[in-house]
């Protein structure tokens, strides 16, 4: 199981009715995310199973973009407020995500995302500084008889994509 998490690609600075939440993806934004999603799909043919995302229009409308560029329009994009800006990482929905065996996509919001990889990556030096819109990071848990059931530390690096590489 590989779980990318990704954050939403680059967006407005605000939204027609003044809420954060409502701010749409610019042209820029919706380019660089389809292009994660093409050599996302071109590397390494994820099959998704699930696919979550903030209740936030940028991190859906990235979920979609990316759905899209995946061949897997047909997974329904699940919604979760834990998935929120400045939320905690969400524990209960991760280990619910662990115990999959096909790939998940999830899609949040900074700083959220960024400390969720930290809790997963046993090696925090793999991980880029920091996660600038539009960025990917794949991790995967290594599975065999001796593979613990705890999250944290249990991830490896697999993975890092950013828009106009």
Do not use: C, W
């Not at 995946?70 to 998935?83: C, H």
């Not at 995302?113 to 930290?118: D, F, N």
């Amino acid at each position: 199981m590989n779980l990318y998490v990704m954050r939403h690609g680059l967006a407005a600075d605000s939204s027609p009715s003044g809420r954060d939440r409502d701010r749409p993806l610019t042209p820029e934004g919706i380019l660089g995310v389809e292009e994660i999603g093409k050599t996302l799909r071109a590397q390494q043919r994820p099959s998704l199973g699930r696919i979550v995302a903030s209740t936030y229009l940028r991190a859906h409308h990235t979920a979609e973009l990316m759905a899209g560029a995946l061949g897997a329009a047909a997974v329904p994009i699940e919604t979760f407020s834990e998935l929120e800006p400045d939320e905690s990482a969400p524990l209960v929905l991760l280990q619910d995500l662990a115990s999959l065996d096909a790939d998940v996509l999830l899609v949040g919001h900074h700083p959220m995302v960024i400390a969720l990889l930290r809790m997963l990556v046993r090696d925090v030096g793999e991980l880029p500084i920091g996660l600038h819109p539009g960025m990917l990071v794949g991790v995967m848990r290594p599975s065999g008889p001796n593979t613990t059931t705890q999250l944290g530390g249990s991830f490896r690096v697999t993975t890092v994509l950013r828009p106009g590489r």
